[in-house]
């Protein structure tokens, strides 16, 4: 068989023999990266240009005029005050701060609940640890739609009120919505208390929002201790036996030798749960909880802006998922291990 010049090595023909540029393995992931960039160029300049064309042909060019017009509704419940004379965007502001306050106070409860059971996946106790397995399992394979629903009618709907209602030291759960002991104007603590048959408090949580709240909780706890399991199970055994041998409780092993080593492989998997919460905040509307996404929609029927309010809405939502994301990068950074 006869040898030819293509078949033999570059050693062969010489270093200074011309590559061709298709087989140039520099030259080549670069022109694959500007093809790619450049068909999304065009399918995005394409997509925009025929919406624009189609608004033009409606009559709905984009204006953002109408977020100073007054809303015309009311908000049930929201930390910024909000009045129907008030503008489109204080109303878009009050309910961004409604899912602010369900986004972090979620992602607290869910950590520490799931954290706990992530934990009691390896305890001692067969009971405990069969427990959290069913708990795991069985809420992760129901859609979070179907928890919400049952929490909100099933259960706070189905609550007692007046002097029938749970109460708690400095709480009281009740039809009408959770109560809780604070301090009021002068600095006077204060617990719950009846006034004409009604419960008042410093603190109250609609059971629209206690629903919203307990099902997200919930939820993202049985992914998350799914993560803390994983973690906890990725440090090596001997490590469980170094720390027996030293004395220290079931506890203690797991707060002060195996979470801190747990941690480079527990964050990243937080990350995703987190940003999933943020996301599935937007099902509020589901049990009435006037969030960001209920305000916009209202808002969307009344204005008939659809591509203004649903720009608004993937903005926040990308932004808030990004910020937990930078969050979390940095954290991730700071609990992975240093070679020296």
């Known amino acids: 068989m ?25 030259v080549i992931p670069w022109l694959v990266q500007g093809a790619v960039g450049l068909t999304v160029l065009v399918l ?20 953002w005029g109408w977020l100073s017009q007054p809303a015309g509704f009311d908000i049930a419940e929201t930390i910024l005050p909000f009045q129907a004379s008030d503008p489109y965007w ?19 409860g869910a950590t520490l609940l799931g954290t706990l059971l992530g934990m009691a996946c390896f305890s001692g106790n067969v009971l405990l640890r069969n427990l959290t397995r069913v708990y795991v399992e069985v809420v992760r394979n129901i859609p979070l739609l179907l928890q919400l629903v049952f929490w909100y009618f099933v259960v706070f709907l189905s609550l007692p009120n007046g002097t029938a209602a749970i109460q708690l030291p400095g709480v009281v759960l009740a039809k009408s919505g959770l109560y809780i002991a604070g301090f009021a104007e002068g600095l006077r603590w204060m617990g719950p208390h009846l006034v004409n048959g009604v419960w008042q408090a410093p603190l109250r949580w609609s059971v629209e929002f206690g629903a919203l709240l307990t099902g997200l909780i919930a939820y993202s706890s049985a992914f998350i201790a799914e993560v803390v399991r994983g973690g906890i199970a990725a440090v090596p055994k001997g490590q469980w036996e170094a720390a027996s041998s030293l004395g220290l409780s079931w506890i203690q092993t797991l707060r002060q030798v195996v979470l ?20 599935n905040s937007s099902l509020a509307v589901a049990v009435g909880f006037s969030d960001l996404y209920s305000v916009a929609e209202t808002t969307l029927n009344q204005t008939g802006r659809a591509v203004e309010v649903v720009l608004v809405l993937l903005g926040t939502y990308l932004a808030l998922d990004l910020f937990i994301s930078l969050l979390m990068n940095g954290l991730n950074r700071l609990v992975q291990i240093r070679e020296r």
């Open 260 to 279: 801190p080593q747990a941690l480079r492989v527990i964050v990243p998997g937080l990350n995703t749960q987190y940003i999933s919460l943020a996301k």
């Open 2 to 26: 006869g040898v030819t010049r293509s078949s033999l090595p570059r050693s062969v023909l010489g270093a200074g023999a011309p590559v061709p540029w298709w087989r140039n393995r520099r």
């Open 44 to 63: 995005v300049a394409f997509l925009l240009g025929n919406l624009i064309r189609n608004l033009t042909a409606a009559g709905l060019l984009l204006s």
């Open 90 to 108: 204080r109303g878009l502001l009050a309910g961004l701060v409604n899912t602010l306050r369900v986004v972090v106070t979620g992602l607290l």
